[in-house]
């Protein structure tokens, strides 16, 4: 006799509706995994490294506490990318005049011809994208994977949240 075995941390079969959402989130972090790596081969720096770069290069003279801002990431993510970045001389960070302790972040030369030659978006697909949905999806969005987050037992607000894509 065939006796089905229900046992702890055994999944269940998959609804249709279930595997077609499944499928959907293979498709976006196949995209996002193919930029990275395409990024990657082009530039030789990670995905999160040319963000950091894109994003000082818009904005000369920022701080570290400001770039992880700009990149919604911890400041001791930010200060790794930057000090990454700093020895392969693509950044140059200078200490301000008046208080000794603040960093000011500059491209260098070879870090502007390298983000002259290394196709968009510097800050990735998937930010590129949310970026461009309107309000309403993206409250739709907000909502429904915050009921997924929780489902699956992790804190929305946590150090993963922090983390960039590029470094999972």
């Given at each position: ?6 046992a702890?941390?055994?999944s269940?079969d ?16 196949n995209?996002?995994?193919s ?5 990657e ?15 000082v ?24 990318l ?21 960093v ?8 502007l ?14 930010p ?16 429904d ?17 922090r ?6």
């Amino acid at each position: 006799m065939n006796v089905p075995v229900a046992a702890a941390g055994v999944s269940p079969d998959l609804r249709p509706e279930a595997a077609i959402v499944l499928r959907q989130f293979r498709v976006v972090f196949n995209a996002v995994k193919s930029h990275f790596q395409h990024i990657e081969r082009q530039a030789g720096v990670g995905g999160a490294q040319l963000w950091a770069l894109s994003v000082v290069a818009a904005h000369p003279g920022i701080g570290v506490g400001e770039l992880a801002q700009k990149m919604d990431i911890h400041q001791s993510t930010t200060s790794n990318l930057v000090r990454a970045l700093s020895l392969r001389g693509l950044l140059v960070s200078r200490r301000d005049e008046v208080d000794r302790r603040a960093v000011h972040l500059e491209v260098s030369v070879e870090g502007l011809a390298l983000l002259a030659r290394v196709p968009g978006p510097t800050a990735g697909v998937l930010p590129d994208a949310l970026a461009r949905l309107d309000d309403a999806t993206l409250a739709r969005l907000h909502d429904d994977l915050t009921t997924l987050i929780c489902t699956l037992g992790e804190d929305e607000h946590g150090d993963a949240a922090r983390t960039p894509l590029a470094q999972l």
